[in-house]
C-alpha cells in the first residue's frame, strides 16, 4: 500500500490518496475520519460519493451515564435511493453514521469543509 498526502499552496485542503495493490482478491477498504468541528449548528459541510447505503450503529456509541452524548443511534437511514438525508449534529453529541459506497465505482471521495473558517 502506498499513501501519498500533499497540500498545495494557497488551498485550504489536505490531499490523500492511498493506492493498494499486490492483494489477492477485493480487499474491503474504508476510511475514517474522526471530526472536531466548531460547536456552532451547521458549520461543517460533509460531501461524498453517492452512497448505495448509510445507517447509524443499532446502540448508541456514547452513554449518558458515562459523560457521552449521542442522538442518531438506530434511528437513521439513508433514504432509498441511496442519497444521505441532511444531517445535522448538535453540539456536545458524539454520533457515528457509516456509509457504503458502491463497490462498482473505481473512485470514491469525502470531503468536510468549514467554510466560515477557510
Not at 17 to 45: A, F, N, Q, T, Y
Not at 69 to 89: E, I, K, T, V
Request: charged content about 25%; glycine content about 10%.
Amino acid at each position: 500500500m502506498r499513501k501519498r498526502v500533499r497540500v498545495v499552496e494557497g488551498e485550504p485542503v489536505i490531499y490523500q490518496e492511498h493506492l493498494v495493490s499486490c492483494c489477492p482478491g477485493p480487499p474491503p477498504l474504508g476510511h475514517h475520519p474522526i471530526l472536531k468541528l466548531p460547536d456552532r449548528e451547521g458549520v461543517g459541510i460533509l460531501d461524498m460519493s453517492a452512497p448505495v447505503a448509510g445507517f447509524t450503529t443499532p446502540q448508541r456509541i456514547e452513554e449518558p451515564a458515562n459523560g457521552g452524548y449521542s442522538s442518531l443511534a438506530g434511528s437513521y437511514r439513508a433514504r432509498d435511493d441511496g442519497r444521505p438525508d441532511a444531517l445535522s449534529h448538535a453540539p456536545g453529541l458524539d454520533d457515528l453514521v457509516c456509509f457504503v459506497s458502491n463497490p462498482r465505482r473505481e473512485f470514491a471521495f469525502s470531503a468536510v469543509s468549514v467554510p466560515e473558517e477557510g
